[in-house]
């Protein structure tokens, strides 16, 4: 079947909300924790509630909240503010839930209008998930599937284990994770496919099998002995299950909207002084360069957001190389050149450019010159290093694959990456020494002293 199948008006979202979220620890509702840091903290329902609204496909929303009148009405009371500033024609309604997950998406699914074709299905807890990923799941139900999924390859190594009487796991077998996916959400449906998931038993046949496949609405479908198309997810929409995932999913709200050191917002504006560190008002190009896990990431991201520049990260790079089908040890010198096109492109446009990978090697720095050179922006290298080898190695450790196929390398492969002197760097910072606000100030700072 193809094409945009008939009756399809709007896209509906089913916001599932009305977990306990015990494993939180948090002594409440988890919509109801916060997430975030200043003035970006709110509820976790408020962040998911914000992304879905991204999604200029969604036309009727509807909250699924805790059933007990307490958590109820905290949860109206969180979702009035949002109700002032929606884009035009969206609505948005809050139910009480029903007492396992399955009974909280049918109650969310009879609140929609019967005009609705498309729904989607989506849990608060993944309150980060980019909108890039519903629209990707609405357009695959537009193009004909009944029933869609998001979700990323499985990159760690799967054992089959057998629990023995006194407890003790014995490994069975290691399994071929190759054709192993973690599914997410917002998963999408034809409205029609959807509704006889959750009103039409299970066949006998089938019914031992949809014990293990019932824990989300695209396991009801199989169940069903319906067939679920898979697109691709985020590792953005990760789960916020555990006191770590909240962490996590607050590091990366500070790492795209940063607090400035001088106590505003970055994301909310970028000084002139800031933008024009060469005050010449050429473009300026930032290159990092240091080993994985020194914390060049976070620094680019920190560094782009004051100077209004572009991101250039390598890793996404490659790995979007990797995905159209180059080969995995060829990826570094096609991704040092696919960087090098795209900031000249930018600096062309006069936009600055903070250029975030190894860059290890004299040949790539000097090439790096040269692109500044032709583009007429000014050149700023900056030695990126980590100089206390614990917290180097608790960082390289602790770090969580943001991009969709991508694998860190470990502490072994980036302690002994090559990283050739840079005698020439206009600057070389220490970030186990200095807080990575600090050390933005202190290149801005090189910056206006260079061009004096």
């Known amino acids: 079947m193809t094409g945009r199948p008939d009756g399809i008006v709007g896209a509906g979202l089913v916001l599932v909300a009305a977990g306990r979220g015990t494993r939180l620890g948090a002594g409440r509702p988890k919509a109801l924790v916060p997430l975030g840091r200043g003035a970006d903290a709110a509820p976790i329902l408020v962040h998911a509630l914000r992304g879905a609204l991204r999604c200029t496909a969604i036309t009727d929303l509807v909250v699924v909240a805790p059933s007990d009148p307490e958590a109820f009405a905290e949860v109206q009371h969180a979702v009035r503010p949002e109700l002032t500033d929606l884009p035009r024609g969206v609505r948005i309604t809050v139910v009480p839930g029903g007492a396992e997950r399955s009974d909280s998406v049918a109650r969310g699914l009879a609140a929609l209008p019967a005009h609705v074709g498309v729904v989607l299905v989506h849990d608060a807890a993944r309150a980060l998930t980019p909108v890039e990923v519903f629209d990707r799941v609405i357009h695959a139900v537009h193009s004909g599937h009944p029933a869609v999924t998001p979700a990323v390859a499985v990159t760690d190594t799967i054992k089959q284990v057998r629990t023995g009487p006194t407890g003790l796991q ?264 200095v807080e990575v606000g600090a050390v933005v100030d202190q290149i801005l700072r090189h910056g206006e002293g260079a061009r004096r």
Not at 252 to 281: I, K, L, S
Not at 290 to 312: I, S
Request: some cysteine; glycine content about 10%.
């Open 170 to 433: 014995t490994v069975l077998a290691t399994v071929d994770r190759s054709s192993l996916r973690a599914v997410q959400t917002p998963q999408g449906f034809l409205r029609e496919t959807l509704e006889r998931a959750h009103a039409e038993p299970v066949d006998q046949g089938r019914a031992e099998a949809s014990l293990a496949l019932t824990t989300d609405d695209c396991g009801m479908v199989e169940a069903h002995g319906g067939r679920v198309t898979v697109v691709e997810g985020s590792p953005r929409a990760l789960k916020i299950t555990t006191p770590e995932d909240l962490e996590v999913a607050a590091g990366w709200m500070e790492a795209e909207h940063p607090v400035r050191t001088d106590g505003t917002d970055g994301a909310a504006g970028v000084d002139d002084q800031d933008r024009d560190v060469t005050g010449e008002g050429r473009p300026v190009l930032v290159v990092l360069s240091g080993r994985p896990g020194v914390g060049k990431t976070t620094l680019a991201r920190r560094l782009a957001t004051r100077l209004g520049a572009t991101h250039l990260r390598g890793d996404s790079i490659e790995q979007a190389l990797v995905r159209s089908g180059l080969e995995d040890g060829d990826r570094g010198p096609y991704g040092y050149a696919a960087c090098y096109a795209v900031a000249r492109d930018q600096l062309l446009l006069g936009r600055s450019v903070v250029a975030d990978m190894v860059n290890g090697l004299g040949v790539v720095r000097q090439e790096w010159e040269a692109v500044a050179r032709d583009c007429g922006a000014v050149a700023l290298g900056v030695l990126v290093e980590c100089r206390d080898p614990q917290e180097h190695r608790r960082r390289v450790e602790a770090r969580v694959a943001d991009i969709p196929g991508h694998r860190p390398p470990g502490w072994e492969s980036s302690r002994t990456r090559l990283v050739e002197p840079w005698p020439e760097a206009d600057l070389t910072v220490d970030t186990s020494a």
